[in-house]
């Protein structure tokens, strides 16, 4: 094929789509038209308190003040510190007004990540509440707490508001970083409003009610948040923990007839396998993004809410959420869902080693750009970095028209006969786990400095095989150093998020080695399912009720045997395993758990203790005999094969809270 012949069948399937809109244009200006235009409509709605577009436009105005006499300059960091709150909205929007960009921090990331990010971001400000103040790192940056009256000496913001550039930042996210440090991104007030357009483009219906599903460092929440109060819709929030716990959030969705939800695909899988489906009506599009779409899912969403539309959506962090999608025709069957189109303003283009354009049915890589600005600004403080990954089209050798700049993501892919695109993985050590994109080398430079560590190779085993995916670390050790696998988890947990810790760990001898004399990674072990080393020995599970978790953990994690001390989390588990045992107990006493059951009581012990003292009620109704001592039951507790997983991506980033209880039937 001639290359001008593979122009033209590429030029038909990357069609320039754009929509224009004011240059002039920012995020809270759009926001403060809509209250504007409806001040009285609830435009939040958390754990029942609610507050109306013109409460939210005042209150952020108040935000913004006080930050402005604070000394906040345009495009200044300020870092934002908050568990899911109204006050978590209103934090956003006083940022913006005042020209300053956000930079969310999960309040569940270790210190030391925290602290680097409040350096290296530079951020004089942080918001956060009352309750998280002392959670902070040391830090020299001014502490406002949003749930509590701000100074009231500021002068009120200026009406109408100064004129924003639509080129300052809006936002920075970190992401996983290869050196061992996370890197920020920056995206831009047009780079947002872009990708609004483009998605309004794809789904233009109406927007009853949207929730947020999603941490806020999680890219997702950028599109959730401005898609939903831009259009003068309302935003449902679930209180912190509560988008773990299926029956809950179907709760939520049910009460406030939530239309619209953009979630993981692993999230919405467990949503549809353990929430009443009569209460999940009220939706009509559902977003999937962050991992593979198991095409089980859109089979069992187009069963389970024959009137919502299901789109499965692809994007990085650094091409502002997303750049592609794929509407679910009814009746889908493919055996690989692929990740669709451009959004309009969007450009995507796969090339080769030499940066050529590869034909259809080709594999190469992603590059994506746009007729407007859809890429982000590059990442903070990381110029080399910036410049590898963000690319001047003049350099390559595809004539490349409408781009400004394109973004390298590493993601390999090929177009599909229908101009679709199929996503093939990655070509470096980046992957995609838990939602997350996570550099392989930062948990490799993390886990080489505890001082019993000689080598360490990590990678992800089983990448395309949904439901299967483990994060495997590898590790030699000094000589003479015996170290647990609860040992280097409470390491790593003080520098990673949960998300970056290892599922297992496997000790060797020694590292496999190529004829070059570096690490083979096609030649190592697969994880045995055998019990792995722990801090605390093995003891067998006593009563009826202990065997039976214990047994319910070993199908689950894949690892036996299982001791009655063994942590659930230390043993490999994830929080969509820890939602699947939960949804098995639920079912099993017909009773509604907290999932935030597990984090309290992590042994099988432990929470067959608390099952007996919380539950004696409804163990006595499951002819369930429990013994109150440290012998056996007088009968056996039947056991209950749990239902075979489907096809299931591993990971919801793990946001909970650490409050104890349960529910009992509400």
């Not at 002039?24 to 109306?52: C, N, W």
């Not at 043993?571 to 907290?594: D, H, P, V, W, Y």
């Not at 003292?613 to 006595?620: A, D, F, H």
């Not at 109704?621 to 440290?630: C, K, L, Y």
Request: include cysteine; glycine fraction near 6%.
């Amino acid at each position: 094929m001639t290359t001008d012949a593979q122009r033209v069948i590429m030029s038909k399937h990357n069609i320039v789509s754009e929509i224009s809109f004011p240059s002039d244009v920012s995020l809270h200006h759009l926001f403060s038209r809509q209250a504007e235009r409806y001040p009285d409509k609830t435009a939040l709605i958390f754990r029942g308190e609610s507050m109306t577009f013109r409460q939210l436009d005042q209150r952020s105005d108040e935000v913004a003040a006080r930050l402005l006499q604070l000394g906040v300059q345009p495009e200044d960091f300020v870092a934002l510190y908050l568990e899911r709150s109204l006050e978590l909205i209103v934090g956003i929007f006083g940022i913006l007004k005042a020209g300053g960009a956000y930079v969310p921090i999960d309040v569940d990331y270790p210190r030391d990540r925290m602290a680097f990010m409040l350096d290296d971001a530079q951020a004089r400000i942080v918001l956060t509440q009352h309750h998280l103040k002392d959670k902070l790192p040391a830090t020299g940056a001014e502490i406002l707490c949003l749930d509590q009256p701000l100074s009231t000496c500021a002068p009120p913001l200026a009406r109408p508001l100064p004129a924003t550039p639509a080129d300052r930042l809006a936002y920075m996210i970190y992401t996983s970083g290869s050196t061992g440090r996370p890197k920020g991104v920056m995206i831009t007030h047009e780079n947002v409003c872009n990708q609004l357009e483009g998605q309004q483009a794809i789904a233009p219906e109406p927007i009853g009610a949207m929730m947020l599903t999603t941490s806020i460092s999680f890219d997702v929440s950028v599109l959730t948040i401005f898609w939903s109060l831009l259009q003068g819709a309302t935003l449902v929030i679930p209180r912190q923990g509560e988008e773990k716990d299926m029956t809950r959030l179907a709760d939520t969705i049910y009460k406030n007839k939530v239309t619209h939800v953009l979630t993981l695909p692993s999230l919405y899988t467990l949503l549809l396998e353990q929430a009443p489906p009569e209460k999940l009506q009220s939706i009509r599009l559902v977003n999937v993004s962050g991992e593979v779409c198991p095409v089980s899912l859109a089979q069992k969403h187009e069963q389970l809410i024959p009137n919502g539309q299901l789109y499965n959506l692809y994007g990085p962090t650094e091409a502002t959420v997303n750049c592609t999608y794929f509407k679910f025709p009814k009746g889908f069957d493919a055996k690989k869902a692929p990740i669709g189109k451009p959004i309009k303003n969007y450009q995507i283009f796969i090339l080769n080693e030499n940066r050529e354009e590869v034909p259809p049915g080709e594999v190469g890589e992603i590059y994506i750009g746009g007729t407007k600005p859809v890429v982000g600004r590059g990442y903070w403080n990381r110029p080399q970095l910036t410049a590898a990954r963000f690319i001047d089209p003049s350099t390559l050798k595809t004539p490349i028209q409408n781009s400004k700049t394109l973004y390298r993501t590493g993601d390999l892919a090929r177009w599909m006969p229908d101009g679709n695109i199929e996503f093939l993985g990655r070509s470096d050590f980046q992957v995609k786990y838990r939602g997350f994109r996570i550099e392989l080398g930062e948990i490799e430079t993390a886990l080489s400095n505890h001082p019993a560590v000689k080598e360490t190779v990590v990678m992800l085993r089983n990448p395309h095989e949904v439901g299967r995916q483990q994060l495997v670390a590898y590790l030699t050790f000094n000589q003479n150093r015996e170290v647990s696998v609860s040992e280097l988890r409470d390491y790593l947990s003080a520098t990673l998020p949960e998300y970056m810790l290892p599922s297992r760990f496997v000790f060797l001898k020694k590292m496999p080695l190529t004829t070059n004399g570096k690490f083979d990674r096609n030649a190592l072990p697969a994880p045995a399912k055998e019990r792995p080393r722990l801090a605390s020995a093995f003891e067998a599970p006593l009563s009826a009720l202990e065997k039976d978790i214990a047994a319910r953990w070993e199908t689950l994690l894949d690892v036996a045997p299982i001791g009655r001390h063994d942590k659930f989390f230390e043993l490999g588990g994830t929080s969509i395993q820890a939602a699947r045992f939960i949804g098995e107990m639920m079912e099993k006493l017909n009773t509604s758990i907290f999932i935030t059951t597990i984090f309290d009581h992590p042994t099988v012990a432990a929470y067959a203790r608390f099952l007996q003292e919380t539950y004696p009620e409804n163990l006595t109704d499951n002819a369930i005999i429990v013994s109150h001592g440290e012998g056996e039951c007088e009968s056996p507790l039947p056991f209950l094969t749990p239902q075979q997983i489907a096809a299931f991506p591993q990971y919801i980033p793990i946001h909970l809270s650490k409050t104890k209880g349960a529910v009992n039937g509400s």
